[in-house]
């Protein structure tokens, strides 16, 4: 399940890089370690390693190329850290002086033939987005996940790679016909992956979310996906609302940062 899952999270970091890497060229990805290593730029919360050690010994040369991608570009290391990686990687991480920064949470749920699942609230009206909805899409991406303060070009970047991925389908929730919430699908096989959530300040608590996992539940389970995965940070309301649409935490990951001289 695991493997499952990691992979799922994997495909999207792969699906967003290609897509981010199409606009704005200069990012980075080294496969080593079991793993690939992304660099979105020096302050993407999308620049980490992952999958890292889910298939054997980890050894300092192989980890010493991962590395070598931040150093280069001045950045620092994030490491997404699987309670199932070798134990090599583990304490290679102890070794080289990494601190955990955050826990986050796997959850997932099966899908099953046929079932059915009623509006969250009739005040939340969701629907996929088509391509002119990226302007508002895109604001209310970065307004959910940073602030209107923060440079924003590089975060249209961001959300240009989210709604432009392959095989993702954006999604679009409007409280009172108003652009509150985003969230987005990617579908691999009979496993979807359930990112990019981010609900605007003054829409949250009205259910947004919940109406977006809604509807991404219902188009999954039509695209035939048996497994649905999402990731939260441990205890967060995205947690919570993940679990009232029926996922459970399947294990939780450690974060790990080292700055890099």
């Not at 967003?16 to 730029?41: I, L």
């Not at 040369?61 to 994030?78: T, V």
């Not at 432009?164 to 999604?171: F, G, K, L, R, S």
Request: charged share 20%; aromatic share 10%.
């Amino acid at each position: 399940l695991a493997l499952q899952c990691e992979g799922a999270e994997l495909a999207a970091s792969r699906a967003a890089f290609e897509s981010w890497n199409r606009k704005q060229p200069g990012g980075g990805m080294v496969e080593a370690a079991g793993g690939v290593a992304f660099y979105f730029g020096v302050d993407s919360p999308l620049s980490q390693v992952l999958h890292a050690g889910l298939r054997g010994e980890v050894t300092e040369a192989e980890w010493r190329k991962i590395e070598d991608l931040y150093r280069e570009n001045g950045a620092p290391i994030h490491v997404s850290l699987c309670p199932l990686a070798d134990q090599s990687l583990i304490d290679l991480l102890g070794r080289r002086g990494y601190s955990i920064v955050q826990m986050e949470n796997t959850l997932c749920r099966k899908l099953a033939p046929g079932e059915h699942w009623p509006a969250v609230t009739p005040r939340v009206l969701t629907h996929a987005a088509r391509p002119e909805d990226f302007e508002q899409w895109s604001r209310a991406f970065q307004e959910g996940f940073f602030s209107l303060e923060q440079d924003l070009p590089e975060i249209r970047s961001l959300a240009r790679a989210f709604f432009e991925a392959p095989h993702t389908v954006p999604y679009c929730g409007y409280y009172h016909g108003v652009l509150g919430a985003v969230a987005c699908l990617l579908t691999l096989g009979d496993t979807a992956l359930f990112a990019g959530d981010a609900t605007r300040p003054a829409f949250r608590a009205r259910g947004m979310q919940r109406a977006l996992i809604t509807e991404r539940l219902r188009h999954a389970a039509a695209s035939g996906v048996r497994l649905a995965v999402a990731c939260a940070l441990a205890g967060s309301s995205s947690q919570k609302n993940y679990e009232r649409m029926g996922f459970r935490v399947a294990y939780t990951k450690a974060i790990l940062r080292k700055e890099l001289s």
